[in-house]
């Protein structure tokens, strides 16, 4: 996910929320919950993030859309890995930094529309859709029979 963060020292929360894949209404929400996202704003009085909180909301994200958890179950979560030592080993695993950059490949799909993904990844998709698409127009084909439903 490491390639998903533009090199740049600063960015807009537009900018955040095209990377993520999230609106901003949700970042904005997020911040008031977890205060270590919460960014500095510049002169104009917009909000300007830093590359360590990107990474931090990947973390979040990926706690409350991967693994399913709550938001108190995510501040614990995270507290459990500050305590433990190992929450900067956790968020470099996840924005791709880790030792094994593939070991989070899986997740790297499930970031949420507008998210960026490999060109495989659009082609995976885009098969499955297809199949997906066969499917609804005639689930004979698998042998699946639907009373009173008539091939496209």
Do not use: C
């Not at 998903?4 to 960015?11: A, C, E, Q, V």
């Amino acid at each position: 996910m490491n390639g998903l963060i533009p090199d740049r020292t600063f960015f807009r929360i537009g900018d955040v929320a095209g990377i993520l894949g999230l609106k901003t209404h949700v970042i904005r929400f997020w911040e008031g919950e977890f205060p270590f996202l919460a960014p500095e704003k510049g002169p104009n009085g917009q909000r300007v993030y830093r590359r360590s909180q990107i990474e931090s909301l990947i973390l979040v994200k990926h706690l409350l859309h991967v693994e399913r958890y709550s938001i108190e179950g995510a501040k614990k979560r995270i507290t459990e890995l500050r305590k433990s030592g190992k929450l900067r080993e956790f968020i470099r695993e996840l924005s791709g930094g880790g030792t094994s950059p593939g070991a989070r490949s899986a997740e790297v799909a499930d970031l949420g529309p507008g998210s960026v993904i490999s060109k495989n990844g659009i082609e995976s998709l885009e098969s499955k859709i297809e199949e997906l698409q066969d499917l609804i127009r005639n689930p004979s084909a698998l042998g699946i029979e639907v009373p009173g439903l008539k091939p496209f």
